[in-house]
Structures are given as C-alpha cells and as structure tokens.
C-alpha cells in the first residue's frame, strides 16, 4: 500500500458521469482520495455521507474529494444521486486505481476467502502521497481527515 512521500500512479478511471478522470490531474491538486468497497452498503453509505456533511469544509481548506470503488459508472451515478453526493465518485472497474495504491487485500467473511478493497484514504498533493490511513475504522473518519489538514 502507498504511504506518505510516494508517488502517485499513473491511472485513469470513468466518473459517475462516464467523464474519464486521471489520478495525474487528481494529484496535481489537493486532493482526498478515499477507497470504498462498495457503493450503496452500510459502511460505504456513512462514510460517503460524513464525507458530504463535511465537504464545504473540506473546500474552504482548498481540497477536493473523491471516492473509489471497483463498482461501474451507473452504481457510483446512482450512489452520489441516492445520497446526493457533492463530489465526484470513480470506478475503476478494472482495478488500475486500486491495484496502484495496493487497497486490494484479501479477505475472510465466514470462512469464505475473497480479494477486494480495504477501506483506506489518501491525501494528495504536487503528484505524491502527503498521507495515508490504511485499514480505515468508518465513524469519525471524515473528520479526522479533515483535522489532519492544515
């Protein structure tokens, strides 16, 4: 998984609105980039929604937000619509966001094995990782980001 001082890969992923977004252009402002394992759930729902109830604030810091998940454009354009979503939501269908920041851990629910993504958030800048929260726990995540910027 990227840390704090890495760089940013080279990735490309459709918005919800079919509107290709690269990571490049992502890093080359501040940005919080945040991997979620699938839209619409209970976890994914609350921390998309403290995400939302937290973003003037997140702009008036002069940084974006962006959600990830391997769901495709009409689920993460149903999501941002459901829960009305001010930022955008990508989908990386086929996982090169993922894959590049190393969210794609395995995991074991009741005995079943499964690879998928685990929950992290990053913090953009000039092309690299300024910080990173791996294995994220959802309540308060929002804002414990939002501390953490100056």
Known sequence: MLAAGDRVPDAVAKN????EVS???LAAV??????YPKADTPGCTNESQQ??????????KGVEVVGVSRDDVAAQRKFREKYG???????????????G????????????????????????QNGKVVKAWPKVSVEGHAAEVLASLS
């Open 101 to 124: 920041f190393g969210v794609i851990v395995e995991k074991n629910m009741y005995g079943k094995k499964s690879l998928g993504i685990q929950r992290s958030t990053f913090v953009l």
């Open 23 to 25: 990571l490049n252009a």
């Open 85 to 99: 979503l001010p930022f955008h939501l990508l989908a990386d269908t086929d996982s090169a966001i993922c894959d």
């Open 30 to 35: 501040r940005t919080v980039l945040y991997f």
């Open 16 to 19: 919800e609105a079919g509107e």
């Open 51 to 60: 995400f939302r109830d937290l973003y003037a604030k997140f702009k008036k």
